[in-house]
Nanobody, 115 residues
């Protein structure tokens, strides 16, 4: 069994910053890439960022230059640093990974960007 636990969400004003964390535990041997997704009300879940085990990252266009993914493999932890937040970044953010062909999701953490 694999558990992903996100934290760090909250309410922030436009232009502000938040740092999300995701800790993986359990049968995580073989874990490689980890992803951040988000889902806004009434919208489909979308991929926001990917970070490989080696630290290579990729981002959806709408967050490039504002969000930065990082990880510490020894701590089985990934982070998503979100700067210059906009109201359209409001969503539930999920951590995701695939291990031995099985996908796992965290419970999500709410990010609300509002004045």
């Amino acid at each position: 069994q694999v558990q992903l636990v996100e934290s760090g969400g909250g309410l922030v004003q436009p232009g502000g910053s938040l740092r999300l964390s995701c800790v993986a535990s359990g049968s995580i041997f073989g874990i490689n890439a980890m992803d951040w997704y988000r889902q806004a009300p009434g919208k489909q879940r979308e991929l926001v960022a990917i970070i490989t085990k080696g630290g290579t990252t990729d981002y959806t266009d709408s967050v490039k230059g504002r969000f930065t993914a990082s990880r510490d493999n020894a701590k089985n932890t990934v982070w998503l640093q979100m700067n210059s937040l906009k109201p359209e970044d409001t969503a539930v953010y999920y951590c995701h990974t695939v291990i031995r062909g099985i996908g796992y999701w965290g419970q999500g953490t709410q990010v609300t960007v509002s004045s």
